[in-house]
Structure formats: structure tokens, C-alpha cells
């Protein structure tokens, strides 16, 4: 079965650097476009940014451009999200999803993907 387990995510400061992962199994990975998305409490899931799957185009949400940069490794079906300069307003659980469809291109919607990880948390707190 499609299975995507992220982790990487814990607590830091404010400036402080986070790497996260979503490892992939079961499908071929690399067909398929793969986004990040966080949800804060009381607050509805947004696209983080994503990376399509023949030339890794990349797409980033405006409030973390400049700070975060999405890469994919497909020989280890892995996809990573480096985060730096990390804020508080960063704070959420960290999810990376998978298109549903193949070849297509990069979104921030998450009506645009449906296969989702269980999430790994991310707090930045002084």
C-alpha cells in the first residue's frame, strides 16, 4: 500500500534550522508531484511549497520563500524540506502529500493531493 512518513520535526528556536523528510513506498515516486502542507491550531491546511516529478520544477508559499527549500532524492523516494530562519508563525504540524495524479503540475491546494502522511510537529518557541 501508498505509504509517506514524515519526520525531522521538534522543537527550536526562533533563527534555528529544521530538515524534514517524507519518505515514499509502494508507488513510483517519481511520476507524481509531492507538496508540504501545516496546520496550526484553528486554522485551516496550507500549501508550504511542492516539486513536480519529471523536472523538479518547485512552488513556495509566500510567507516561507526565501527561507525554506523543497528537494527530492528519487533513488531514496525521499523528499525534504529545509527550513531556516525559522519563526514562531512556523509553528504546525508538517504534512507532505501526493498528487493524485500523475505528471502534473506543481500546487499549493491540498484538494490537489490525495495521499497524506500522519504529520510531524514543528515548534519554534524561545
Known amino acids: 500500500q501508498l505509504q509517506l512518513v514524515e519526520s525531522g520535526g521538534g522543537l527550536v528556536q526562533p533563527g534555528g534550522s529544521l530538515r524534514l523528510s517524507c519518505a515514499a513506498s509502494?508507488?513510483?515516486?517519481?511520476?507524481?508531484?509531492i507538496g508540504w502542507f501545516r496546520q496550526a491550531p484553528g486554522k485551516e491546511r496550507e500549501g508550504v511549497s511542492c516539486?513536480?516529478?519529471?523536472?523538479?520544477?518547485?512552488k513556495y508559499a509566500d510567507s516561507v520563500k526565501g527561507r525554506f527549500t523543497i528537494s527530492r532524492d528519487n533513488a531514496k523516494n525521499t523528499v525534504y524540506l529545509q527550513m531556516n530562519s525559522l519563526e514562531p508563525e512556523d509553528t504546525a504540524v508538517y504534512y507532505c502529500?501526493?498528487?493524485?495524479?500523475?505528471?502534473?503540475?506543481?500546487?499549493?491546494?491540498?484538494?490537489?493531493?490525495?495521499?497524506w502522511g500522519q504529520g510531524t510537529q514543528v515548534t519554534v518557541s524561545s
Open positions: 502529500a501526493r498528487a493524485s495524479y500523475m505528471f502534473r503540475a506543481c500546487a499549493l491546494s491540498p484538494a490537489d493531493f490525495g495521499s
Open positions: 509502494r508507488f513510483t515516486f517519481d511520476n507524481y508531484a
Open positions: 516539486i513536480t516529478s519529471r523536472f523538479g520544477s518547485t
